[in-house]
């Protein structure tokens, strides 16, 4: 829930914070942000990709 929510305030949309969450990216190794964010590390790491991301960094 709360990957779901920082994703919204980074993105500034649902729409965009949930096609975000459901992209495969190369980062997480051909993974989702969703699939990822299952576990409590996995969690932080996608909060980490979306700190980075409100700070300017590539999505």
Do not use: C, S
Not at 32 to 52: N, S
């Amino acid at each position: 829930m709360r990957v779901q929510t920082l994703a919204e305030e980074t993105f500034g949309e649902k729409d965009k914070a949930n096609r975000w969450l459901r992209r495969t990216l190369t980062e997480l190794g051909g993974e989702t942000p969703l699939v990822v964010a299952q576990t409590e590390a996995g969690a932080r790491v996608i909060e980490t990709i979306l700190g980075k991301i409100a700070w300017g960094a590539a999505a």
